[in-house]
C-alpha cells in the first residue's frame, strides 16, 4: 500500500503542475511548416462536410482522441467522468490514465470507471511499457476487464522516467515484453509516447511486435520532463525541450507503417487536427487543453471540442474537401 500512496502522491502532483505552471515544451509541434492550399471556390457549406471516420473498426464521428490524463487517487473520477461525458457526447473515444495505481490498490479502480456514464465510446485502458515485466499479461487483461475498456494504451516515457527522482530505469526488454503482450491479448493493443515522438525506426518495431496502432504523441505540447523539473529534478531541465516534434514523428511513422496512427502532442486548433489527418493519421489527440474544463464540467470539454470541431469543418471547407479521405492531396510543406 505504500508503493500505491507514492503513485497516487505523483498523480496528484502531476495534475496540480499541469494546472498551476507552464508546462510546455519549448519546441512547437512542427504542423506550421505545412500549409493548405486555399480554396476561393469551395462549392460546398458546412452541412456537407463528412467528419466521421473509423478507428480500429469502430466509427468516430469526429476524428478525435481524448488522450489519456489521470485517474489513481481521490477526486480524478470526477475529471475521468467529464471527459468520458463528453466524448460520449462528442462521439469520440478516450484513454484512462496509467492504471498502475489501480493494479497496486484495486480500492481506486472506480477512479478509472466510466462506463455508466459513457457506455458507447472507444475506451483504452493503460499501463506503462516499463511496468510490463512487473504485471502478468493475466493482470493486465484484468484491469483492461475491469473498467470496460475496448483495448489498452501502452506508454512509452524513457525521458520522463530517466529525470525523475523516483522514476524505473531499467528500460531492457520493452519491445519483448511489449510483444509478449501483444499475443496474450485478444483486444488492440495501441502505443503511445508522451511527448517525445515516435521515430520511424521504433514504429517500424512496434508494428512488427504487433501493435494495432500507435500514438506519436510528438514534442510541442505538454514536456513531462519540464514537469518533473518542477517537482525538483535537475536533470530535468537539461531535457525539457527533448523530443520529435510531433509533425516530424508523423511524417516519419508514417512512410514505413501501415498500422493506424493516433497524432498527439501539441494539438491545439481544427487547422492542426486537419493537417495532422491529411499527413497520415487517423485521429488527432487532446490533453491538456481538456484538464481545466474537465475540473469544471462536462459541458465546459464539450464546449472546447466543439470549437476544435467546427474549426475541423471550415478547414475542410476552405479546401474543398468534403471528407477527411479529400484532405490528403490538400496540404504541402512550405518552402524556405
Keep these: 500500500m505504500k508503493s500505491a500512496k507514492k503513485t497516487s502522491s505523483r498523480k496528484d502532483d502531476h495534475i496540480r503542475i499541469c494546472i498551476e505552471r507552464d508546462v510546455s515544451s519549448g519546441k512547437t509541434n512542427g504542423f506550421e511548416m505545412y500549409e493548405f492550399e486555399h480554396n476561393a471556390l469551395p462549392e460546398t457549406r458546412p452541412s456537407d462536410v463528412d467528419t466521421s471516420t473509423e ?25 475521468n467522468r467529464n471527459l468520458a461525458m463528453a466524448a460520449e457526447k462528442m462521439g469520440i473515444g478516450m484513454g484512462v490514465g496509467s492504471q498502475r495505481a ?12 466510466v462506463r455508466d456514464v459513457a457506455p458507447n465510446i472507444f475506451l483504452l485502458g493503460n499501463i506503462g511499457a516499463v511496468q510490463l515485466p512487473v504485471y502478468s499479461v493475466k493482470e493486465v487483461r484484468k484491469i483492461v476487464k475491469d473498467i470496460g475498456a475496448d483495448g489498452l494504451a501502452v506508454h512509452l516515457n524513457a525521458a520522463q522516467e530517466l529525470t525523475q527522482p523516483e522514476g524505473d530505469s531499467d528500460w531492457s526488454s520493452v519491445l519483448k515484453n511489449i510483444k509478449k503482450l501483444c499475443n496474450g491479448v485478444d483486444f488492440p493493443v495501441v502505443v503511445k509516447e508522451t511527448g517525445c515522438g515516435i521515430s520511424g525506426d521504433v514504429a517500424r518495431k512496434l508494428e512488427s511486435a504487433g501493435v494495432s496502432a500507435i500514438d506519436v504523441s510528438g514534442a510541442g505540447g505538454t514536456s513531462w520532463t519540464r514537469v518533473e523539473s518542477y517537482r525538483g529534478s535537475e536533470i530535468a531541465r537539461a531535457f525539457i525541450d527533448w523530443g520529435i516534434p510531433t509533425a516530424e514523428s508523423l511524417v516519419r511513422c508514417r512512410k514505413v507503417v501501415k498500422i493506424p496512427l493516433i497524432a498527439s502532442g501539441g494539438i491545439r486548433t481544427g487547422i492542426d487536427v486537419a493537417k495532422s489527418l491529411a499527413m497520415g493519421a487517423s485521429l488527432s489527440g487532446f490533453a491538456l487543453p481538456l484538464l481545466k474544463p474537465a475540473l469544471e464540467s462536462h459541458n465546459a470539454v464539450i464546449g472546447v471540442l466543439e470549437r476544435i470541431a467546427t474549426e475541423l469543418k471550415v478547414t475542410m471547407l476552405l479546401t474543398g474537401a468534403k471528407n477527411i479521405d479529400n484532405l490528403r492531396t490538400k496540404l504541402s510543406p512550405l518552402r524556405g
Excluded: H, K, Q
Excluded at 478507428?55 to 475529471?79: D, K, Q, V
Excluded at 489501480?102 to 470507471?113: A, G, Q, S
Design 102 to 113: 489501480m493494479l497496486e490498490n484495486p480500492e481506486i479502480t472506480y477512479t478509472y470507471d
Design 55 to 79: 478507428f480500429l473498426g469502430r466509427r468516430f464521428e469526429l476524428p478525435l482522441f481524448i488522450e489519456a490524463m489521470t485517474g489513481g487517487s481521490t477526486g480524478t473520477e470526477n475529471i
